[in-house]
């Protein structure tokens, strides 16, 4: 759905301002690849703050502790 809004997008700057358009056109793949190291770099501290709580929670369940629907249906 979203590929279909941008094409149509795509079409509507084009019929308006064709100039426009096609250097949006040649640009985007050049955005794209400077934005690919960003995305990794989210990625890797994305992973790396869930092995972090991993390990920060891992006494916890070890222990017993759970979180979420199990520990309302234990109390109720």
Not at 22 to 46: C, D, E, K, N
Not at 51 to 75: M, N, T, Y
Request: glycine share 6%; proline share 7%.
């Amino acid at each position: 759905m979203k590929a279909l809004i941008a094409v149509v997008a795509w079409c509507i700057l084009f019929v308006l301002c064709w100039p426009l358009a096609l250097l949006a056109l040649v640009l985007w793949p050049i955005a794209w690849l400077i934005a690919l190291p960003f995305r990794l770099v989210g990625i890797t501290f994305s992973a790396l703050f869930a092995l972090l709580q991993a390990i920060l929670l891992l006494p916890a369940r070890l222990l017993g502790w759970r979180s979420g629907p199990a520990e309302v249906a234990a109390r109720g």
